[in-house]
C-alpha cells in the first residue's frame, strides 16, 4: 500500500505541475525540442481540469483506503522528520486527512527542491531553459535573495506544523506540548526536519553530474544545466579536484548519506528531548 500511496501522490503532483504550467506564459526556448513543435494555448476550461482532478485523486483513495486498510490491516504513517504520526484510515475522516496530508508532504518537499536549486543558481542566465522554469514555478519567490529562498520553505513548515500539531492534539494522535515554549520550540525543529527531504535531490544531482563529467549524454540544456548545480554545489568540495580527476562529486554523496542518516537519528531524539 505504501507504493500504491507514493504513485498516487506522484499522479498528484504531476496534475498540480500541469495546473500551473498551463498557466505560465513564458515561450519555449530556441534549439530544444519544445520549440520544434507548434505552441497551443491551453483552453482555461482545460487548464483547470487538471487542478479539478487532484482533489478528485485524494478525496477517492481515501475512500479506498477507509474500505481496505481494516482487510489489510494497514496503518500508515507520516513522517514529519523529527516525529512520525500513525494514522487508523478505517476511520473515514482520519482516512481523508491522511490523504490531503500525504500529498501535502510532497508538494512540500517539491517546493522546497525547487526553492534550492533556484537559490545555488540565482547568479544563473535567465535564458538557461531549466532555471527559467524552475523561477516561473516559482513565481516571486524566485526574483527575491537566495538567502531568502532557502529560508522560506523552512519558515513556511514551521508555520504549517503550527496548524497541523494542534490539530493532531485534538484528535488524541500525540500528546499535547507543556506550553508556548514547547509548541514553538518543536515546529523550529519540525521546521528544520525539512532538510531531510534534500538528501534525495542532492544525492541524484550528484549522481548525473559524476555521470555527466565522464560520460558524453548529448548536448541538451538540460545537461548543461545539471552541470552548473552541481558545480555550484559542490563549490565548497572544489579542493577535491585534482587535474581532470574530480573527486567532489562522490564525497559529495557520502556526506549527503552520511548526514541524512545522522539527521535521521539526532532531529528525532531531539524532538523528544523538548522542552530545552
Not at 142 to 159: E, K, N
Not at 177 to 194: A, C, F, K, N, R
Request: hydrophobic fraction near 55%; glycine fraction near 10%; charge should be positive.
Amino acid at each position: 500500500m505504501g507504493y500504491i500511496d507514493f504513485i498516487l501522490n506522484l499522479a498528484g503532483l504531476l496534475l498540480w505541475l500541469n495546473w500551473r504550467s498551463a498557466g505560465l506564459s513564458a515561450p519555449p526556448p530556441a534549439l530544444t525540442l519544445a520549440s520544434t513543435l507548434k505552441r497551443t494555448e491551453a483552453e482555461p476550461g482545460n487548464r483547470w481540469l487538471f487542478l479539478a482532478g487532484l482533489p478528485s485523486v485524494l478525496l477517492v483513495r481515501s475512500l479506498l483506503y477507509w474500505q481496505m486498510a481494516p482487510a489489510l490491516d494497514w496503518t500508515p504513517n507520516l513522517s514529519f522528520g523529527a516525529i512520525v504520526v500513525s494514522f487508523r484510515v478505517d476511520m473515514l475522516g482520519r482516512a481523508f486527512l491522511y490523504s490531503f496530508l500525504s500529498f501535502g508532504l510532497m508538494l512540500g518537499a517539491f517546493f522546497s527542491w525547487i526553492c534550492l536549486v533556484s537559490a545555488v543558481n540565482h547568479r544563473m542566465e535567465e535564458t538557461d531553459s531549466c532555471q527559467r522554469l524552475i523561477q516561473l514555478h516559482l513565481g516571486w519567490l524566485g526574483r527575491l535573495p537566495a538567502l531568502v529562498q532557502l529560508l522560506v520553505p523552512f519558515l513556511v513548515a514551521s508555520l504549517l506544523w503550527l496548524l497541523a500539531g494542534s490539530l493532531f492534539v485534538r484528535l488524541g494522535m500525540m500528546p499535547a506540548p507543556q506550553g508556548l515554549g514547547h509548541t514553538l520550540q518543536q515546529s523550529l525543529v519540525i521546521g528544520g526536519s525539512l532538510v531531510l527531504a534534500w538528501k534525495y535531490l542532492l544525492a541524484g544531482l550528484f549522481v548525473l553530474h559524476f555521470l555527466n563529467s565522464y560520460v558524453y549524454l548529448g548536448g541538451a540544456p538540460f545537461w548543461n544545466f545539471i552541470t552548473v548545480t552541481g558545480r555550484n554545489l559542490l563549490y565548497p568540495l572544489s579542493w577535491c579536484r585534482f587535474g581532470k580527476l574530480d573527486l567532489a562529486p562522490v564525497l559529495g554523496i557520502a556526506l549527503v548519506i552520511g548526514l541524512g542518516e545522522a539527521g535521521e537519528y539526532w532531529l528525532p531524539e531531539l524532538y523528544r528531548r523538548l522542552p530545552l
